[in-house]
Every structure is written in structure tokens, then in C-alpha cells.
């Protein structure tokens, strides 16, 4: 029983439950290893182009963040396994200064996920995940649904081969977060050829998949990242699945995770 991917209220756009009653309600539901992936703090030089520019953790607040996890580690040590870790973002443009950033924080990590939620178009970036609203500003500045998710599947290939150093995170984020809003915006390519060879590259490196509980409780969306067929192809790679709730909020612990067993292994 274990989740891998957890946030904080260290998350400026999550909710304020505090960190023990994450851990209380994940010992509750019979968690024994749970993973805390606040989002990292972005590049300095990044401008976050959510409306409120709450995307990640404040880099002021990254050192509180680290010694309030070791002294919750130590304080359950008896009751479940806590692992300090961070979501890491891949932007594309940023790889050097992601680099640096791992190299001074990898020492202090049990566990990280690298994931994709900005896409650059020109001079400017979007956040894919944000809102229908901006998804569909997006599909207007790349000209279609299919080039948006072809954007997003490069991107993430980019971040499968990047030299990030010795501390880049080797599980995948949400490697279909770009269906959040598919039934909205329904694509109408497959992109069977693109997910196939992003599957080949992550066995290639033995990396690990964020198997996520998340888009099974989006309106818009409605199913894991990835969904069912991506995971029975990962598990022909056998390529780990590492389940995570992403949760923001306590409440959200577990979600998706009956059902995506259910569907991943005996449907």
C-alpha cells in the first residue's frame, strides 16, 4: 500500500489540511510508504503564466518544507514509511537551470517525479492543465487539439532523454495530464505511435510511471494518466507503476485506485 505521489499545504493552490492529517487519513486507509511530491520551486527566471502565479512551492519556503518532513518522518517511524520528495517540472529551455536546481536538492530526497505542465509557443508558455479556458487558448495559439497533445508528447519525450544529472527524477509524472480536458476537447489522433515510443524510452532507462488516481475524478477527463491500454503496455515493458493519488487535499488519498486496479489487471 503505497502512494507516491502526495501534496502539502506547501502547495499555494492546494488546501490548507496540514501535513498530519495527510498522513493520519493514509494510515487510516491502510498505507504503509507514502511519498510527499510537493511541486518544486520553478526556475527563478520562470514566469508562471497561471493567473495567480501559484503553479509551485516559493523557493523561501523549501527549507521548511524539508525539516517538517524529517521531523514527521522521525514521529511516525513506527506507523508508515514517509518519503520526502518533489514534483519536479520539465520546461522545456530550462534544462540547465532544473539541473542545478537537482544537484543542490537531490541530497536531501528520498523520492521525486518529473513531470510536464508548461508547453512554450514562441515566447510565451501555457499552463496545459490549468483551466478549460486556458486549454483552449492554447488549441487557438498551436491551431488544433492534435498539435497541442503532439507539443505535450514531445515535451515529454524531452524530458525522458534530458541530462538533468545524477538527481533527475526517474519516475514519469502523469505522462497523460494532456487529457485533462479531453472531453471537452476531444483529440482526434490516436497518438498510439508517439505514446508507444515514449513507453520504449522510459524501459530503455528503466524509469518508473506515476500511475495516477487524479483524472479518474476530472469532470473533463474521467480516467487515470495514463488510462487502461497505456498501463497494460507498460506492464509488457515491465515498467514499474507506482500508484499516486495526487492528492491536494486529504480527502483525495486513494482516489481513482479501486477502480484503476480493477480495470489495469482484470479487466
Same mark, same amino acid.
Request: charged residues 25%; proline residues 6%; negative net charge.
Given at each position: 500500500?503505497?502512494?507516491?505521489?502526495?501534496? !502539502?499545504?506547501?502547495?499555494?493552490?492546494?488546501?490548507?489540511?496540514? $501535513?498530519?492529517?495527510?498522513? *493520519?487519513?493514509?494510515?487510516?486507509?491502510?498505507?504503509?510508504?507514502?511519498?510527499? !511530491? *510537493?511541486?518544486?520551486?520553478?526556475?527563478?527566471?520562470?514566469?508562471?503564466?497561471?493567473?495567480?502565479?501559484?503553479?509551485?512551492?516559493?523557493?523561501?519556503?523549501?527549507?521548511?518544507? $524539508?525539516?517538517?518532513?524529517?521531523?514527521?518522518?522521525?514521529?511516525?517511524?513506527?506507523?508508515?514509511?514517509?518519503?520526502?520528495?518533489?514534483?519536479?517540472?520539465?520546461?522545456?529551455?530550462?534544462?540547465?537551470?532544473? /539541473?542545478?536546481?537537482?544537484? *543542490?536538492?537531490?541530497?536531501?530526497?528520498?523520492?521525486?517525479? $518529473?513531470?510536464?505542465?508548461?508547453?512554450?509557443?514562441?515566447?510565451?508558455?501555457?499552463?496545459?492543465?490549468?483551466?478549460?479556458?486556458?486549454? /483552449?487558448?492554447?488549441?487557438?495559439?498551436?491551431?488544433?487539439?492534435?498539435?497541442?497533445?503532439?507539443?505535450?508528447?514531445?515535451?515529454?519525450?524531452?524530458?525522458?532523454? /534530458?541530462?538533468?544529472?545524477?538527481?533527475?527524477?526517474?519516475?514519469?509524472?502523469?505522462?497523460?495530464?494532456?487529457?485533462?480536458?479531453?472531453?471537452?476537447?476531444?483529440?482526434?489522433?490516436?497518438?498510439? *505511435?508517439?505514446?508507444?515510443?515514449?513507453?520504449?524510452?522510459?524501459?530503455?532507462?528503466?524509469?518508473?510511471?506515476?500511475?495516477?488516481?487524479?483524472?479518474?475524478?476530472?469532470? $473533463?477527463?474521467?480516467?487515470?494518466?495514463?488510462?487502461?491500454?497505456?498501463?497494460?503496455?507498460?506492464?509488457?515493458?515491465?515498467?514499474?507503476?507506482?500508484?499516486?493519488?495526487?492528492?491536494?487535499?486529504?480527502?483525495?488519498?486513494?482516489?481513482?485506485?479501486?477502480?484503476?486496479? /480493477?480495470?489495469?489487471?482484470?479487466?
Amino acid at each position: 500500500m503505497r502512494d507516491g505521489h502526495i501534496h !502539502t499545504p506547501f502547495c499555494p493552490h492546494g488546501s490548507r489540511d496540514s $501535513l498530519e492529517q495527510y498522513i *493520519e487519513r493514509a494510515i487510516e486507509l491502510g498505507y504503509t510508504d507514502i511519498s510527499f !511530491t *510537493e511541486h518544486a520551486p520553478l526556475p527563478p527566471a520562470f514566469i508562471d503564466p497561471t493567473p495567480d502565479q501559484d503553479s509551485a512551492m516559493a523557493i523561501e519556503q523549501l527549507d521548511l518544507y $524539508l525539516s517538517t518532513l524529517n521531523d514527521l518522518k522521525k514521529q511516525y517511524k513506527n506507523d508508515i514509511a514517509i518519503r520526502i520528495g518533489l514534483e519536479v517540472d520539465f520546461i522545456v529551455g530550462y534544462e540547465e537551470e532544473t /539541473a542545478r536546481f537537482l544537484e *543542490e536538492i537531490g541530497p536531501e530526497l528520498d523520492d521525486s517525479i $518529473l513531470s510536464v505542465h508548461f508547453l512554450p509557443f514562441g515566447d510565451q508558455y501555457f499552463c496545459l492543465d490549468y483551466s478549460p479556458d486556458m486549454f /483552449a487558448a492554447m488549441v487557438e495559439a498551436f491551431g488544433s487539439v492534435s498539435l497541442v497533445y503532439e507539443a505535450y508528447y514531445q515535451a515529454l519525450l524531452q524530458s525522458i532523454r /534530458a541530462d538533468l544529472g545524477s538527481y533527475k527524477p526517474k519516475r514519469i509524472g502523469h505522462m497523460t495530464l494532456v487529457h485533462k480536458f479531453q472531453k471537452q476537447f476531444p483529440c482526434s489522433a490516436t497518438m498510439k *505511435e508517439q505514446i508507444l515510443h515514449i513507453l520504449d524510452e522510459i524501459k530503455h532507462r528503466r524509469y518508473e510511471l506515476d500511475y495516477n488516481g487524479a483524472g479518474v475524478q476530472k469532470p $473533463l477527463c474521467q480516467e487515470p494518466y495514463p488510462p487502461h491500454w497505456i498501463v497494460r503496455e507498460a506492464m509488457k515493458r515491465n515498467i514499474p507503476l507506482v500508484y499516486g493519488s495526487d492528492a491536494h487535499c486529504a480527502n483525495d488519498l486513494h482516489q481513482g485506485k479501486d477502480m484503476m486496479i /480493477a480495470e489495469a489487471f482484470f479487466a
